[in-house]
């Protein structure tokens, strides 16, 4: 007799081997359910709820972790962990429809968390039509964009976001009228040339006028900083049927970095995505896409406990982007200039795509097409 470790944390790879030594195809897809262990932490859990919850989750074979005296109503709410494999999960979001106490939300939760296991991972390349973002090699204007554009799209981008404004902290604001400037020569371009048609297009901007001319020149996607702040951006992704990314922001660029605070960031970040998600709703959004804005009102303390919670917003049901390409985090770790953090940029985004992120935005298109094709080679490689 012969053993070694597997690791079947990736829900893909326990399928094949469980395929390997012979499963049927149904009963490999049980066993790799089976595998795959998750842990949700929730919070202001109704007492009530909390101990039909542990009896159910039990029940199943998975557990909820709870605070002493939750059994006796010690106190109304309290904090829990439910801790269980995909199959438990399944089950529980089933089981949970029907119960009371709010656990109608928790079970559409479950059921939102498990849809984000099988997204495939995206390369979102960054275009800046501007003299001020951090990283100057990502500066491109007019046919020299178009150019950039291309060579992503051969480097293996399956989008380009193209912006005209640098977010970076401290940068200044720039008028509308300048900001469209940058931006229009580039969009006529892509229009004439019908690059849409080749690839998806993100425009990263939070001013109505830019955004309707990128959405009339093909552009699919509004990449809005603000979070859709400004009802006007609303009614533009609606009327144009874009897809839009929610991301979170404390301040402005400006002053975000000014000493940003947070009693609880996980929480506070999922409050904010609840209230956007609303309001994107109630103008007829649904296509959505979240990013917790690394960098952008966070300490180097927040920021890694973003990373290392990431998969929590999956509860959210929509796909999660990450965009930390060369950001000054890596400089907080280790000082590095930003013509160096490339190395850094991958660990932290080959992370991200284990915690959850299925979009990936950066300046380097080629090397994370190489990195991501690799890991994906190393993590399906059976013995």
Known sequence: MEFFKIDLKDQQQAFEYFSKIGCDQTGAKIMGDKSHTHALYIKNLKVAAANILKQDALSIGADLAVPAGTIVAKEPFVDAILVGTSKHFKLLSKKELAQPFGLKNLAKSLQNFLINESRPTQIMGVINANDDSFFESSRFKDTQAIEKIYSMIEDGANIIDIGGVSTRPGS???????????????????????????????????????????????????????????????????????????????????????????????????????????????????????????GFGKTLEHNLTLLKNHEHFLHFGYPLLMGASRKSMIDKIIPTPTEQRLPGTLAIHLHSIQKGASIIRCHDVKEHFQAFKIHNAITSQLF
């Open 172 to 294: 200044d604001e720039v008028t509308q009228k300048e900001e469209l400037e940058r931006i229009k020569p580039i969009c006529d371009l892509i229009k004439k040339e019908k690059i849409d048609e080749k690839i998806t297009l993100s425009i990263d901007s939070f001013t109505p006028c830019v955004i309707e001319y990128a959405l009339k020149s093909g552009f699919h996607i509004v990449n809005d900083i603000t979070g859709l702040q400004n009802d006007q951006v609303c009614k533009l992704v609606a009327q144009h049927k874009a897809k839009v990314v929610i991301m979170h922001m404390q301040g402005k660029p400006k002053d975000m970095q000014h000493n940003p605070s947070y009693e609880n960031v996980i929480l506070e970040l999922d409050q904010f995505f609840q209230s956007r998600i609303e309001k994107a709703h109630s103008y007829g959004i649904n296509d959505i896409i979240l990013d917790v804005g690394i």
